[in-house]
């Protein structure tokens, strides 16, 4: 099975090489989170840092930026750290009992333990209010960065997963039924080539974990998955889903998203465009989208970005 997902992507890389039909971005931006509601396809990337914004489109085509979802300066506890600078990242938006509610990363990173907070919502453009307490802070090795809340459809369970970069540990908390309190802390074991921006979704009876691996501003940031009986493990690897070729480099931090229209399974991720080398890079990078095909046995074939 690996075997095979090896030589598909073998082939895959060879292919960056040669002149192809690429698949274009969408827009400008990084950490995209995606979602389809009212008839629309909405993703949320990180901004310029002060701020949280709404993107959505009706054909995947034609974007519409929505307005800001939230600032940091009505994040009241933002400041508490007492770090000279901070920035808004990495944000998730999460549909639960008929409200909107956003999960975010606050930095620095690394200068003090950086934190992740939640805002409820009360529509896909929010506007969104933030709980008013850090919803998890960071320490002793571990980053709590990258959120990403599942509801699991088998159990019902809304599940928080977070963490990853220089520790590259994630961990998985249980929410409470308000969204915005944890209840308790899961143990899990660490997912092979974890590094950070992890995701969660289901199909057919299988768990697919998703993460990135490598460092996010070279050529060696990849997308990889493992797959399991419950959204908790244990996790069987199943390889690389997306990484370098031709003049796109780095992709990752990715979301999947079905459509509901069309039942078909899309990656949103971004990437670094036209640099050369292998990093590290600068500047803005963008955000693409990719139909996702399973095979038979439920396994995620390689994304192609150029074709």
Same mark, same amino acid.
């Given at each position: 099975?690996?075997?095979?997902? *090896?030589?598909?992507?073998?082939?895959?890389?060879?292919?960056?090489?040669?002149?192809?039909?690429?698949? =274009?971005?969408?827009?400008?931006?990084?950490?995209?989170?995606?979602?389809?509601?009212?008839?629309?396809?909405?993703?949320?990337?990180?901004?310029?840092?002060?701020?949280? &914004?709404?993107?959505?489109?009706?054909?995947?085509?034609?974007?519409?930026?929505?307005?800001?979802?939230?600032? *940091?300066?009505?994040?009241?506890?933002?400041?508490? #750290?007492?770090?000279?600078?901070? %920035?808004?990242?990495? =944000?998730?938006?999460?549909?639960?009992?008929?409200?909107?509610?956003?999960?975010?990363?606050?930095?620095?990173?690394?200068?003090?333990?950086?934190?992740?907070?939640?805002?409820?919502?009360?529509?896909?453009?929010? =506007?969104?209010?933030?709980?008013? @307490?850090?919803?998890?802070?960071?320490?002793?090795?571990?980053?709590?960065?990258? =959120?990403? !809340?599942? !509801?699991?459809?088998?159990?019902?369970?809304?599940?928080?997963?977070?963490?990853?970069?220089?520790?590259?540990?994630?961990?998985?908390?249980?929410?409470?039924?308000?969204?915005?309190?944890?209840?308790?802390?899961?143990?899990?074991?660490?997912?092979?080539?974890?590094? &950070?921006?992890?995701?969660?979704?289901?199909?057919?009876?299988?768990?697919?974990?998703?993460?990135?691996?490598?460092?996010?501003?070279?050529?060696?940031?990849?997308?990889? %998955?493992?797959?399991?009986?419950?959204?908790?493990?244990?996790?069987?690897?199943?390889?690389?889903?997306?990484?370098?070729?031709?003049?796109?480099?780095?992709?990752?931090?990715?979301?999947? !998203?079905?459509?509901?229209?069309?039942?078909?399974?899309?990656?949103?991720?971004?990437?670094?465009?036209? @640099?050369?080398?292998?990093?590290?890079?600068? #500047? #803005?990078?963008?955000?693409?989208?990719?139909?996702?095909?399973?095979?038979?046995?439920?396994?995620?074939?390689?994304?192609?970005?150029?074709?």
């Amino acid at each position: 099975m690996i075997r095979r997902r *090896l030589a598909l992507l073998a082939a895959l890389l060879l292919a960056g090489s040669v002149h192809a039909t690429d698949t =274009p971005s969408v827009m400008r931006g990084a950490d995209p989170d995606a979602i389809f509601a009212d008839g629309r396809m909405w993703i949320y990337p990180t901004g310029p840092g002060d701020r949280l &914004e709404a993107w959505s489109s009706q054909d995947r085509t034609q974007w519409h930026d929505r307005g800001t979802l939230l600032r *940091l300066k009505d994040i009241r506890w933002a400041d508490a #750290d007492h770090a000279r600078r901070h %920035y808004l990242w990495a =944000p998730t938006m999460v549909a639960a009992g008929g409200r909107y509610y956003l999960y975010y990363s606050v930095g620095p990173q690394g200068i003090t333990p950086s934190r992740l907070g939640v805002a409820s919502c009360a529509a896909p453009a929010g =506007p969104c209010r933030d709980s008013g @307490k850090p919803l998890l802070t960071g320490g002793r090795g571990y980053e709590a960065i990258d =959120p990403m !809340v599942f !509801v699991d459809p088998r159990s019902g369970r809304r599940l928080l997963y977070a963490g990853g970069s220089a520790g590259a540990r994630l961990r998985v908390f249980e929410l409470a039924a308000d969204m915005l309190t944890i209840t308790r802390e899961i143990p899990i074991e660490q997912p092979p080539s974890f590094t &950070e921006g992890v995701f969660m979704h289901e199909r057919h009876g299988i768990y697919y974990l998703s993460y990135s691996h490598g460092h996010w501003n070279r050529s060696d940031y990849s997308v990889h %998955y493992a797959t399991a009986p419950s959204p908790t493990g244990p996790w069987t690897y199943r390889g690389m889903l997306l990484s370098t070729q031709g003049r796109y480099k780095g992709p990752g931090h990715h979301a999947f !998203v079905r459509d509901p229209a069309t039942g078909e399974w899309l990656i949103v991720y971004h990437r670094w465009e036209n @640099k050369a080398g292998d990093g590290p890079y600068g #500047d #803005d990078r963008s955000i693409a989208i990719q139909r996702i095909t399973y095979a038979a046995d439920g396994d995620i074939l390689p994304v192609d970005m150029l074709h």
